[in-house]
């Protein structure tokens, strides 16, 4: 566990301002964290880190809507980590319809990584009112970029959005000339959880989603490579010489056990920001150290032994597994009920 790397997805809010019609988070709520259970919380990663070897920590305000947390709780929760966790980086993912003046302040002081979400033609981002969030994201998405923030998307694929991955392509690389760097966009499939659960004509199949993979990736070199496009950008590095090759992360690491980490507004602890949202929590930073938790947690050994058991055996063979390692252990347990 030496010289680890560790993301932390803080959900410190369960309040959203939008309505986005496959949300896996499910109907927005009144929850949010406190100052103490703040303090609490950077107290936990302090102790943890120092004891586990991490060395590069990442803090990302995820929710909910983490803006709506207010830029004065966003500074004191970045002014608190910084003091007592060296070299602490922060990310922050918004749907950018209440960024202000002050938070944009914010946002640049503590150079957190801004991220966002994007449906420029399917109309399934929506705002608290119901309707089509994608011009109230353009003026943030305006604003941030005018006062010299970088920002990417990700961008949710579900059926409505089959057969458009060249306009989609398109308009990521008009949005990046105009904030005069290259756009970064993500594509996820639609989960089947929270509001889309269920509902066929949100989810796709595999084989749609692949075809859908395969137009942007064909899209994206065709146009000679104009955006930063996950998790395409990092798979060719990977297939390329040793020398340029870039990490792969998240489930395609084959160790998130290790690498990331959630906690709510609750103190709840789960294995990352999804399985939050599927509320499988490990336990609570009120009744146990973080430590134990991650490193007792049934679920948490599952996941940290799953590709060495997946190799052995329903992956043995596969020319791909060293790439994939058997995938997200969050869709294994959407689609089987267990991470393994």
Request: some cysteine; hydrophobic content about 40%; aromatic content about 8%.
């Amino acid at each position: 566990m030496t010289g680890r790397r560790l993301t932390v997805i803080l959900k410190a809010l369960d309040a959203c301002n939008g309505a986005c019609t496959f949300c896996s988070v499910g109907p927005a709520g009144r929850s949010r964290m406190s100052t103490p259970d703040l303090d609490l919380f950077v107290e936990e990663m302090r102790v943890y880190s120092a004891a586990a070897g991490v060395t590069s920590l990442n803090i990302t305000f995820h929710g909910g809507e983490p803006t709506l947390m207010g830029h004065e709780w966003i500074d004191h929760a970045c002014g608190r980590a910084r003091a007592l966790l060296p070299g602490v980086s922060f990310s922050m993912q918004s749907n950018l319809l209440s960024v202000t003046p002050g938070m944009i302040e914010v946002i640049g002081r503590h150079r957190i990584d801004l991220g966002s979400s994007i449906d420029p033609f399917c109309g399934e981002r929506r705002d608290a009112s119901g309707r089509d969030a994608f011009p109230a994201w353009l003026a943030g998405f305006r604003r941030v970029s005018e006062a010299g923030l970088a920002v990417g998307a990700i961008f949710v694929v579900t059926r409505a959005a089959l057969g458009r991955a060249r306009e989609l392509l398109a308009i990521a690389e008009s949005l990046g000339q105009c904030s005069g760097s290259a756009f970064g966009l993500q594509l996820n499939p639609v989960y089947p959880q929270g509001r889309a659960a269920g509902e066929v004509d949100t989810l796709v199949t595999p084989a749609e989603l692949g075809a859908f993979l395969v137009d942007a990736w064909e899209a994206w070199e065709d146009r000679g490579r104009r955006i930063r496009l996950a998790p395409f950008e990092t798979l060719a590095t990977h297939f390329g010489p040793d020398a340029e090759r870039k990490p792969l992360v998240c489930s395609f690491g084959g160790a998130c056990a290790d690498s990331h980490v959630g906690v709510d507004f609750d103190l709840r602890v789960a294995g990352c920001g999804r399985r939050l949202d599927s509320k499988a929590f490990a336990g609570s930073l009120r009744e146990r150290r973080l430590a134990e938790i991650l490193e007792t947690g049934e679920e948490r050994i599952a996941v940290r032994r799953r590709a060495a058991i997946l190799e052995r055996g329903e992956c043995s063979g596969c020319p791909w597994f060293a790439t994939c390692h058997g995938g997200c252990p969050d869709d294994a347990c959407l689609a089987y009920g267990d991470v393994g």
